[in-house]
């Protein structure tokens, strides 16, 4: 794409993400009436004919009134309790918004991650390093004093990614709910989850065979703004990269130099995002661009044309990014949900185990 045609790309993708969402997902917005929307500012900007949030069912069930009778209080609960434990703890909103991500990616959003019996998905290799398994098990024990047997573990998760992202500056989006948890939790399963070593053919199909498209790949790899990984996922870019003998030729040098000084244990960890490690932004494309991407799945999105120019439009806007995160979180937290009308899930009195009875 020459540089000339990016500005003309870049309004064609955000006037596409506008139409492709006049749903609720919007930064730090209001949803308030069914006809207007506006922003946190007192002034309306566009009015759009839609329904409320309660009255707003989807295909598969799940609607934003759920627990509006049931326990009301579930997302005022579940906000303070990640708040806490992100105050407490930074890194564990990277940890949950990941450990989302491995939810849904397996058998979908239905909480099989959190299972803990042997053979569990939480118990494959790619797992390992999965963490905030104590601040879903710490929400589920405030829910069930409050509203026993009413809100699953999988609408928990969910809704702890979408408040742990806007804890660290990230969009806000409306979460509609209503996923039952799942039984079966394998993890054979798991390992199909992208490790970084893949090829973007492969991560482009492995989001498709969970309905989600190229964009949401780009879109969602952007999660790792923030974030860590250990040194031993990395090393092998930086010493003999496929058997050459040499470092990975996509890293810039100074970058390659930095990480050779500062990964020499495997279990040491470095940013993903080499620049704002700490902030939710856009500078993890920017970064890409100046070959500083930490995994290389990360790098290789800037380098395939199927995906290359979705990272230069997101370097361009922050806020496009920022609107296109919360649509894909959005459409993340759908992905083949268990609902009211699917006979083997259920609502786990704790976030570990498949109900006894
Ligand atoms: C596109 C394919 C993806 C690949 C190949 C990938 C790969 C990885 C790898 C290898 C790590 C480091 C794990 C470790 O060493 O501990 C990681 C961390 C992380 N990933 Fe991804 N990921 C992908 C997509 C996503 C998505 C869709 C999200 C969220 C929506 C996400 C959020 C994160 C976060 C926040 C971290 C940091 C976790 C922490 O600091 O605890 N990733 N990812």
């Not at 995906?307 to 937290?333: D, E, R």
Request: proline fraction near 4%; aromatic fraction near 10%.
């Amino acid at each position: 794409m020459s540089n000339s045609s990016i500005p003309l790309f870049l309004l064609l993708l955000v006037l596409c993400i506008i139409s492709a969402s006049a749903d609720p997902y919007y930064e730090n917005s209001d949803y308030k009436s069914s006809s207007s929307y506006t922003t946190s500012r007192s002034d309306t900007v566009f009015s759009l004919q839609v329904p409320t949030l309660d009255e707003t069912t989807f295909d598969n069930l799940l609607s934003f009134g759920y627990y509006r009778k049931t326990c009301p209080q579930f997302e005022s609960i579940l906000h303070n309790k990640v708040k806490e434990w992100i105050k407490e703890d930074y890194t564990l909103a990277a940890s949950l918004m990941r450990l989302h991500f491995h939810d849904c990616s397996v058998r979908g959003c239905d909480g099989s991650i959190l299972l803990k019996n042997d053979g569990s998905e939480r118990t494959a290799k790619v797992s390992k390093t999965l963490r905030g398994f104590e601040v879903v098990d710490d929400i589920k024990a405030e829910l069930e004093k409050q509203c026993p047997k009413t809100v699953s573990c999988a609408d928990i998760l969910t809704a702890a990614a979408r408040d742990a992202t806007f804890e660290v500056g990230g969009p806000y989006w409306d979460v509609p709910y209503g996923r039952r948890d799942g039984k079966v939790s394998l993890a054979e399963e798991a390992a199909l989850v992208p490790t970084g070593h893949e090829n973007i053919t492969s991560m482009i199909e492995f989001f498709q065979s969970r309905g989600m498209t190229v964009l949401d790949l780009v879109a969602l790899s952007g999660a790792h703004t923030i974030g860590r990984t250990s040194c031993g996922s990395i090393q092998y870019r930086l010493y003999n990269y496929k058997g050459t003998g040499k470092p990975d030729p996509s890293l810039d040098p100074k970058y390659l130099d930095f990480l050779q000084r500062k990964c020499r244990w495997a279990s040491e960890y470095v940013d993903l995002d080499a620049t704002t490690p700490k902030t939710f932004d856009n500078v993890y494309y920017i970064n890409l661009k100046k070959k500083k991407g930490l995994l290389s799945t990360d790098q290789l999105l800037y380098s395939d044309p199927r995906t290359a120019p979705l990272v230069s439009a997101f370097t361009s806007t922050h806020s496009v990014f920022q609107h296109q995160f919360a649509v894909s979180m959005g459409k993340l937290g759908l992905v083949d949900v268990l609902t009211d009308q699917d006979e083997e899930g259920e609502i786990r009195t704790n976030c570990n185990f498949v109900n006894a009875y």
